[in-house]
């Protein structure tokens, strides 16, 4: 073995330990069709003072989203329905009333006076989160802008002494009383709250308030058995069309196709290796891009054993006809490649939920098929070719070529 070659068999054999390490140990995210979650539609409602506009729904939408963000939903589907609804879907959110709580309310925080004036909103917080008080309790810890922070440290400053009402959405949350200055612009919500009341709290402030009431149109829960039943006839029938391509490389190629079979299967280990790693939910599209990928990656490895045959059949030598099948074959390789990478960004970009789900498990199978065709076929070739040359021609079905 070249030198060259036993340096890029090592670095192989890393790379693939390392992707199966990181799938045996870090769980695979699985989207709302296979894992089961909440399926919420909600309407925006008008107030007296504020009409349903687009700008409006636009500001709807970004605060869920930032809420849904907080609370660490992955891969949740926000979308439009019409002027006036919203449809919010939760993997792994069974909890309807928890999340109706985190998503719904409005969340308008007010902190007044003892005369009943509201002084500070949630307009002047810039963050929130949870915390412990001096005992030990779960509370939300609260920071202020810099103009928010002037106006809570003249309100401790001059209200000493006195009770000064937090009110979230009309209801008295906490009645403090003021025992000093705050000057630092940074305050705790303390109260009889469970780590969960006080974690969502923390959500509702940091995202900000809805500017319109939403109501609950619709809410069920997706079962995850239904998922159990679509991960099962997907593994089904991805392990039946793997096994099938397996047959039919070994059938027609024989040994180079051998070598494609080992490609593919450190290239399906890499991919949900990296799958894991980045933490990416596999939906059911996402399924399907993973498979559509690893089409792919059987039609490289036939692309450049088609160009390897040509160039035997041309007169070269074999180590001469594998380095100029591989060069020929790359060009038409990277370019079917790339154009479709570019449209996976183009749909992870534009799509939502299942359809980026597809977008990332087509795009990391794109560019890890480019990878073991490339590099891993090429180099396994290699071995070959320098242990058997002849012996090699002939499993491609060329006779009386030279060394």
């Given at each position: 073995?070249?030198?060259?070659?036993?340096?890029?068999?090592?670095?192989?054999?890393?790379?693939?330990?390392?992707?199966?390490?990181?799938?045996?140990?870090?769980?695979?995210?699985?989207?709302?069709?296979?894992?089961?979650?909440?399926?919420?539609?909600?309407?925006?409602?008008?107030?007296?003072?504020?009409?349903?506009?687009?700008?409006?729904?636009?500001?709807?939408?970004?605060?869920?989203?930032?809420?849904?963000?907080?609370?660490?939903?992955?891969?949740?589907?926000?979308?439009?329905?019409?002027?006036?609804?919203?449809?919010?879907?939760?993997?792994?959110?069974?909890?309807?009333?928890?999340?109706?709580?985190?998503?719904?309310?409005?969340?308008?925080?007010?902190?007044?006076?003892?005369?009943?004036?509201?002084?500070?909103?949630?307009?002047?917080?810039?963050?929130?989160?949870?915390?412990?008080?001096?005992?030990?309790?779960?509370?939300?810890?609260?920071?202020?802008?810099?103009?928010?922070?002037?106006?809570?440290?003249?309100?401790?400053?001059?209200?000493?002494?006195?009770?000064?009402?937090?009110?979230?959405?009309?209801?008295?949350?906490?009645?403090?009383v003021v025992q000093g200055p705050i000057t630092d612009g940074k305050g705790q919500i303390t109260g009889r709250f469970s780590v969960d009341e006080a974690k969502n709290l923390a959500v509702l402030l940091k995202a900000g308030s809805l500017p319109v009431p939403m109501e609950v149109m619709e809410i069920r829960n997706v079962g995850p058995t239904l998922g159990q039943q679509s991960?099962?006839?997907?593994?089904?029938?991805?392990i039946v069309g793997i096994i099938l391509i397996f047959i039919y490389m070994l059938a027609y190629y024989r040994l180079p196709g051998l070598v494609a079979d080992i490609a593919l299967t450190i290239y399906v280990v890499i991919v949900l290796g990296a799958m894991a790693l980045?933490?990416?939910?596999?939906?059911?599209?996402?399924?399907?891009?993973?498979?559509?990928?690893?089409?792919?990656?059987?039609?490289?490895?036939?692309?450049?054993?088609?160009?390897?045959?040509?160039?035997?059949?041309?007169?070269?030598?074999?180590?001469?006809?594998?380095?100029?099948?591989?060069?020929?074959?790359?060009?038409?390789?990277?370019?079917?490649?790339?154009?479709?990478?570019?449209?996976?960004?183009?749909?992870?970009?534009?799509?939502?939920?299942?359809?980026?789900?597809?977008?990332?498990?087509?795009?990391?199978?794109?560019?890890?098929?480019?990878?073991?065709?490339?590099?891993?076929?090429?180099?396994?070739?290699?071995?070959?070719?320098?242990?058997?040359?002849?012996?090699?021609?002939?499993?491609?079905?060329?006779?009386?070529?030279?060394?």
């Amino acid at each position: 073995m070249r030198r060259g070659d036993s340096v890029r068999m090592l670095l192989l054999v890393v790379i693939v330990a390392v992707a199966g390490v990181i799938l045996y140990k870090i769980p695979m995210n699985l989207g709302l069709d296979l894992r089961g979650g909440v399926h919420v539609v909600m309407q925006a409602q008008e107030k007296p003072d504020v009409k349903v506009t687009e700008e409006t729904m636009q500001r709807v939408v970004s605060v869920i989203e930032r809420r849904v963000n907080t609370m660490g939903v992955s891969e949740p589907i926000i979308q439009r329905q019409g002027a006036r609804r919203v449809i919010i879907q939760l993997p792994g959110v069974y909890d309807q009333q928890a999340a109706i709580d985190t998503i719904g309310k409005t969340a308008q925080l007010e902190i007044k006076n003892p005369l009943g004036e509201t002084v500070l909103t949630g307009a002047d917080l810039i963050d929130a989160r949870l915390s412990r008080d001096q005992f030990g309790r779960p509370s939300v810890a609260v920071e202020f802008s810099k103009e928010g922070a002037k106006k809570f440290a003249q309100l401790t400053t001059v209200y000493q002494g006195q009770a000064i009402p937090h009110v979230l959405d009309g209801e008295i949350l906490v009645n403090p009383v003021v025992q000093g200055p705050i000057t630092d612009g940074k305050g705790q919500i303390t109260g009889r709250f469970s780590v969960d009341e006080a974690k969502n709290l923390a959500v509702l402030l940091k995202a900000g308030s809805l500017p319109v009431p939403m109501e609950v149109m619709e809410i069920r829960n997706v079962g995850p058995t239904l998922g159990q039943q679509s991960i099962s006839r997907s593994l089904k029938a991805g392990i039946v069309g793997i096994i099938l391509i397996f047959i039919y490389m070994l059938a027609y190629y024989r040994l180079p196709g051998l070598v494609a079979d080992i490609a593919l299967t450190i290239y399906v280990v890499i991919v949900l290796g990296a799958m894991a790693l980045l933490r990416a939910t596999l939906t059911l599209p996402g399924i399907a891009g993973f498979i559509l990928s690893i089409g792919m990656a059987v039609d490289a490895n036939v692309l450049i054993f088609e160009r390897i045959r040509e160039e035997f059949r041309a007169g070269k030598h074999v180590r001469a006809a594998v380095a100029s099948g591989f060069d020929r074959a790359f060009r038409a390789i990277f370019d079917a490649n790339i154009t479709t990478l570019i449209t996976a960004i183009v749909l992870f970009y534009y799509g939502s939920g299942p359809v980026k789900g597809f977008a990332v498990t087509l795009s990391l199978g794109i560019l890890a098929s480019m990878f073991t065709a490339i590099v891993v076929t090429r180099l396994i070739l290699n071995l070959f070719v320098d242990k058997d040359p002849s012996g090699f021609a002939r499993h491609l079905g060329v006779k009386g070529v030279s060394q």
